[in-house]
């Protein structure tokens, strides 16, 4: 579904900015790739993009992937930005490169609807999701394209129902330059984690697409050129249990159709691990990998934050469980919380060991506005908003030098190449090994994909089996995926692996923040050629 009855035409520039290095944006996975570029497309503009009057042109320019450039600004009559708190800085950047060419340049998506105070430049805010506020900005574009003389503030009260988005404009964007592919689902979560924004933002109660509609977008990213993998973007894929059983049967019979060229990927509760019947129909559509934000091993911790769901089941047994289906388990997890104490590196040290999970976004606490979480360290006066030396917002109550010590040496330790590889290994053995046996379709045999898994073992050999600063441990991994004949588990294990290492070792000599959501921003973006 499209915006109606708006008659002007209008030249729309939409610039998704770019990302402050972080743990997700695996770019020291890209030079091993065949020319990939940039993590995912990002949903909210191009679902913006094919929502406009259909008559308006719009350019789409990722700057993960190439800047905005001079003849970007000079073509276009508006500019539209959207992204996360992570990407601030950068998309104040974007305004002021546009005001240089007196364009009005309009801000959306999840960081200004949560502190619209953040974008003080901009001339126009969408605050919230696509719906009323969308509608009336957009016949305010189409009336008038000069620059407010005040900043203009659209909130949405009626959100359009996701069952009447359109098809995001995925021709867009460039979608073989993208490791993965994207896909939303659902929005919100019935959970309320003290630290989440979630809930606040987007509400308890899922809303949804229906299952026609995610079929129909991955049709057309196929049509495009999609990446191997698509994520679902969903907070919580399971956060409607019933809606979640209700689609995987139509991305079994996708997937059957299309000969399961296609793995998916998602965000989901550990609790997950209780639902045996979403497991195996997951299993069956080819999921392989859950990301659970399984935050921290300790349960008084979980039971102050209010995530008392991580503990349906035993932890471990829940990995276990989710591996069981052919489902790698990647982790977030959070140091710096209330409960720390001395010994909590070591705890989650031995966790990783434990759980044999090769990923795992190890960050600082950090208080994000609109969350319980805030309003309590508000009250307590222990927010830190004026000291941008600090790689977190909380006044933690263990001494700040020593949390980031701590949080170094779980860095440089759970990413040791042999622990990590050793990680990689137990998954080939015993989470891969239960993925659906498909047979190769005759798509997966085209030269065009030989000659892209040629490429990417030759960068690898090379970046990392000869020039690498861990080889010994390499080749170790690699002979054994090779005897095996597991060429897809040597290209995706390393590409990752190699990304989690590299970080990891700049996050522990101290050139990367300890928080993703850090008000320390130290990469400057990109200027405009
Ligand atoms: S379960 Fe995940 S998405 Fe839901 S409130 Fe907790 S952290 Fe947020």
């Given at each position: 579904m499209r915006v109606k009855g708006i008659e002007a035409v209008r030249r729309i520039l939409c610039v998704f900015p770019r990302y402050t290095s972080s743990f997700g944006t695996f770019e020291y996975a890209y030079p091993l790739t065949d020319g990939q570029k940039a993590f995912m497309p990002p949903q909210g503009l191009l679902v913006l993009a094919a929502y406009l009057p259909a008559q308006w042109q719009v350019r789409f320019v990722d700057e993960n992937l190439t800047p905005a450039t001079k003849a970007d600004f000079e073509w276009a009559e508006v500019v539209f930005v959207s992204g996360m708190h992570i990407q601030r800085q950068q998309m104040n950047d974007i305004c002021r490169r546009a005001h240089e060419f007196d364009l009005p340049v309009a801000i959306g998506g999840p960081s200004v609807s949560a502190c619209p105070e953040y974008y003080p430049s901009f001339d126009y805010l969408h605050v919230g999701e696509l719906g009323d506020a969308t509608d009336a900005l957009l016949r305010r574009l189409a009336e008038d394209v000069t620059r407010p003389e005040t900043q203009v503030v659209f909130t949405t009260r009626d959100r359009v129902a996701m069952s009447d988005?359109?098809?995001?404009?995925?021709?867009?964007?460039?979608?073989?330059?993208?490791?993965l592919g994207s896909l939303q689902y659902s929005s919100g979560c019935p959970y309320e984690c003290e630290f989440c924004d979630i809930p606040g933002l987007y509400g308890r109660n899922p809303r949804l697409k229906t299952p026609q509609q995610i079929v129909a977008e991955l049709d057309k990213m196929r049509e495009l050129g999609i990446a191997d993998t698509v994520y679902f973007v969903d907070d919580n894929f399971i956060g409607n249990r019933k809606a979640a059983l209700n689609l995987l049967p139509h991305l079994i019979e996708w997937q059957k159709k299309t000969g399961y060229v296609t793995r998916f990927a998602c965000e989901a509760t550990l609790n997950i691990a209780k639902r045996p019947e979403i497991l195996e129909r997951m299993r069956e559509a080819a999921f392989i990998t859950i990301f659970c934000g399984i935050e921290t091993p300790d349960p008084d911790a979980l039971k102050a934050m209010h995530k008392g769901h991580n503990m349906m089941v035993p932890i471990m047994e829940g990995v276990k469980t989710i591996n069981s289906y052919g489902m790698e388990v990647v982790s977030g997890i959070i140091m710096g919380l209330d409960t720390d104490k001395p010994g909590t590196a070591d705890a989650l040290l031995s966790f990783v060991d434990e759980s044999q999970i090769p990923l795992l976004t190890i960050n600082l606490l950090q208080a994000l506005p609109k969350t319980p979480l805030w309003d309590r360290l508000e009250r307590e006066k222990?927010?830190?908003?004026?000291?941008?030396?600090?790689?977190?917002n909380v006044d933690f109550l263990l001494p700040y030098d020593d949390v980031i010590r701590s949080w170094k040496r779980a860095m440089e330790l759970a990413y040791e190449p042999a622990k990590l590889f050793a990680r990689y290994q137990y998954q080939c053995d015993y989470t891969y090994a239960n993925r659906l046996k498909v047979p190769i379709s005759p798509e997966m045999k085209t030269w065009k994909n030989i000659r892209r898994a040629l490429i990417m073992l030759r960068n690898i050999f090379w970046q990392v089996g000869v020039l690498g600063p861990y080889k010994r441990v390499f080749w170790k991994f690699a002979l054994g995926r090779l005897r095996h004949g597991d060429l897809e588990g040597l290209i995706g294990s390393v590409l990752i692996g190699h990304h989690l290492i590299m970080f990891a070792r700049a996050a522990s000599s101290g050139q990367q923040n300890a928080s993703n959501y850090s008000i320390r921003l130290r990469e400057a973006s990109v200027p405009a050629e």
């Open positions: 988005f359109p098809i995001p404009a995925y021709e867009l964007a460039d979608i073989r330059r993208y490791m222990r927010l830190i908003l004026d000291d941008d030396t600090r790689d977190s």
